[in-house]
T-cell receptor, first 106, second 110 residues
Framework: RKEVEQDPGPFNVPEGATVAFNCTYS??????FFWYRQDCRKEPKLLMS???SGNEDGRFTAQLNRASQYISLLIRDSKLSDSATYLC???????FGAGTRLTVKP | NAGVTQTPKFQVLKTGQSMTLQCAQD?????MSWYRQDPGMGLRLIHY???????DQGEVPNGYNVSRSTTEDFPLRLLSAAPSQTSVYFC?????????FGPGTRLTVT
């Protein structure tokens, strides 16, 4: 079983919306995770790391909820260019979740 | 730094043929891995290596071999290609949990 599971979506949101994805994990000892972004037919690229204190970078916020064993990625003021697939993965298990597909529409 | 490079970018094989996908990194990372991604699907780990001379199986290792004779190179060998191996193959290297991916090899087996 993979360490992380994701809702594949798709999430279709209008430009300017706030959208959040969750990624549940099974290993309660896990302490760090990563969010990657993958554009169509391209390689995944690191978006953010997620530790116990969470992480914020501009419009993007990642948090770790230990009690419920999930990590979240919040995107505020969505842009058309945010359309991509977002992947989560745990530090201790290099098997990625299936990815959540986001489409931001005008 | 070139990062992670993969060759070839595209390849068409006939069923039963063998070939090697090349992967090289210039970041001196100990950890390297191979994933495959089928259309509309997530990444699946094929094999990985935590250092030169050390390799291990991932989720879907059958039909593939790897070797790690140097830190820089991690080739993936398809022993006898099958149509089910039609996919995009990504190589990655990493340190501290973060992985850097190559641009991928698109393989079609007919």
């Amino acid at each position: 079983r993979k360490e992380v599971e994701q809702d594949p979506g798709p999430f279709n949101v209008p430009e300017g919306a706030t959208v959040a994805f969750n990624c549940t994990y099974s290993n309660s000892a896990s302490q760090s995770f990563f969010w990657y972004r993958q554009d169509c037919r391209k390689e995944p690229k690191l978006l953010m790391s997620v530790y116990s204190s969470g992480n914020e970078d501009g419009r993007f916020t990642a948090q770790l909820n230990r009690a419920s064993q999930y990590i979240s990625l919040l995107i505020r003021d969505s842009k058309l260019s945010d359309s991509a697939t977002y992947l989560c993965v745990g530090f201790n298990d290099m098997r990625f979740g299936a990815g959540t597909r986001l489409t931001v529409k005008p | 730094n070139a990062g992670v490079t993969q060759t070839p970018k595209f390849q068409v094989l006939k069923t039963g043929q063998s070939m090697t996908l090349q992967c090289a990194q210039d970041m001196n990372h100990e950890y390297m891995s191979w994933y495959r991604q089928d259309p509309g699907m997530g990444l699946r780990l094929i094999h990985y290596s935590v250092g030169a001379g050390i390799t291990d199986q991932g989720e879907v290792p059958n039909g593939y071999n790897v070797s790690r004779s140097t830190t820089e190179d991690f080739p993936l060998r398809l022993l006898s290609a099958a149509p089910s191996q039609t996919s995009v193959y990504f190589c990655a290297s990493g340190g501290g949990g973060v992985q850097y991916f190559g641009p991928g090899t698109r393989l079609t087996v007919t």
